[in-house]
């Protein structure tokens, strides 16, 4: 195999590492999806190095996950966390220490998947200098997310136009639903190349615990109704309308009903914001005595979770893809979710779960009855979501797509040689027949 196809790739995911603690302010779904996705490839045979930005110096700067997969952390910026929205400054330093790590290792990755517009921009850079080749995942677009918030970052513009280049010019985009390739199309540029391939779940770890035991183990008894909440907390996720729905809910005041909300903050940071915020809604409507906050959950124990929830509830504001979903889908458990982005394309309405209009309370609180009040139909909704997952949203599944992706954009391309072979048997019959004529 030649340099040029050698299976070796470059995730590049400068602010979400792939290699922390999930469930945190900044670490969720694009965290999951690089380690995820990176894990599955080095599997199937590829060498996978993921860069992200070193945000604290007693991190390791190389970690190995498995024998073809490891993070490395490159430094740029301040050694610190910094919040996404101001780290495009230091991407510059990240694109030149890249360079050192593949002069130093003797590497050249001639293939990059970038992960989110900051790391696009880098993934961009590296075409400009080195011919890399690029897939780009944008776990979030500007042009959606702009339109669901009140307070706009100053760096929006820069993003928009990054977003707008990257889909123009990279070798392929990865949509994962079929609503983010419209929103894309609609709302950023109507050139480049789209292909759609979701995200996935680990369908071995999650359903691996039955209702029952998950139960034992968590100390709740067989008559409680559980809603659960997992993600980060932000108010784009919507957590303000679940405690609200809770709140009109029919069995508010059954004493059998239990709101768990999980998901870790650091209190000052906007996530401990955020929860503070819940929090003091949860104690204004009366309902502390049935809320648990139960901090950030492993993903050692999420199934145990999921599976003892009778609702999972993901009631976000704007959704790219929504890994909850199609987590708690896999460990057999129906979904209310926002009617809105990949949330449309995962949770298939009265089949897999209840869809809702985002922010509408009511309309939270008549679906998460709906599956309450009736445990046979929340049983075969719950079957039918974990069979979706099974066939559509398996990790090992979304790998192979990304793997025959990047097998056909390192090999050379076809139409090119045609066309040099045209080319070069045009030369030569002009050259005979010139030989011929002066002959
Ligand atoms: N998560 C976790 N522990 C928590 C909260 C969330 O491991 O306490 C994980 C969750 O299981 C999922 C991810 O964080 O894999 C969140 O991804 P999602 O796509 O739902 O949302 P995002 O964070 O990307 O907005």
Redesign the pocket.
């Known amino acids: 195999m030649n340099s040029t196809t050698e299976k070796r790739i470059a995730l590049i995911s400068v602010h979400g590492d792939p290699a922390v603690e999930?469930?945190k302010e900044e670490a969720?779904?694009?965290n999951?999806y690089v380690r995820q996705v990176g894990e599955a490839l080095g599997q199937l045979g590829w060498q996978v190095d993921m860069f992200t930005r070193q945000v604290s110096l007693e991190q390791d700067l190389i970690i190995q996950h498995t024998e073809n997969c490891r993070t490395i952390r490159l430094k740029a910026g301040p050694t610190e966390f910094v919040p996404r929205d101001e780290i495009f400054e230091y991407l510059p330093e990240f694109v030149d220490n890249f360079l050192e790590f593949q002069a130093k290792n003797e590497i050249t990755y001639h293939l990059v998947h970038t992960n989110y517009w900051l790391s696009s921009w880098v993934g961009m850079e590296l075409k400009k200098i080195q011919d890399s080749k690029q897939v780009h995942t944008y776990h979030s677009l500007g042009a959606v997310k702009y339109n669901t918030i009140e307070d706009i970052p100053q760096i929006a513009s820069v993003r928009l136009a990054v977003e707008k280049e990257v889909l123009e010019i990279a070798e392929r985009i990865v949509a994962t639903s079929p609503q983010e390739q419209q929103h894309m199309r609609s709302l950023v540029s109507t050139e480049g190349n789209i292909d759609i391939i979701p995200c996935g779940t680990d369908i071995q770890r999650f359903g691996s615990i039955a209702q029952e035991a998950a139960r034992a183990k968590l100390g709740i008894d067989k008559e409680t109704k559980v809603v659960l909440y997992?993600?980060?907390f932000d108010q784009r996720k919507g957590i303000e309308t679940l405690v609200r729905a809770v709140n009109e809910s029919r069995l508010r005041d059954s004493k059998n009903l239990q709101l768990i909300i999980?998901?870790?903050s650091t209190p000052g940071n906007s996530d401990g914001i955020e929860r503070d915020r819940i929090e003091q809604i949860v104690n204004e409507l009366g309902m502390s005595d049935f809320t648990i906050f139960a901090g950030?959950?492993?993903?050692d124990v999420?199934p145990t979770y999921y599976a003892a929830a009778d609702v999972c509830v993901v009631p976000s504001h704007y959704e790219p893809?929504?890994?909850?979903a199609i987590?708690a889908m896999a460990s057999s458990t129906p979904v209310v979710a926002s009617d809105v982005g990949g949330l449309q394309f995962t949770v298939v309405n009265e089949e897999t779960g209840l869809l809702a209009p985002p922010q509408d309370v009511d309309a939270f609180a008549s679906a998460i009855d709906r599956i309450l009040l009736n445990p046979q139909w929340r049983d075969e909704l719950g079957k039918a979501g974990r069979k979706r997952v099974e066939t559509k949203f398996s990790w090992d599944g979304v790998a192979n797509q990304l793997s025959e992706l990047y097998t056909q954009l390192l090999q050379p391309q076809p139409v090119a040689s045609t066309a040099k072979e045209l080319v070069e048997s045009t030369v030569e019959l002009v050259q005979s027949t010139a030989k011929e004529l002066v002959e």
């Open positions: 999930i469930g969720g779904g694009q999951v997992v993600g980060r999980g998901g870790g950030r959950l492993s993903q999420l893809f929504g890994l909850v987590e």
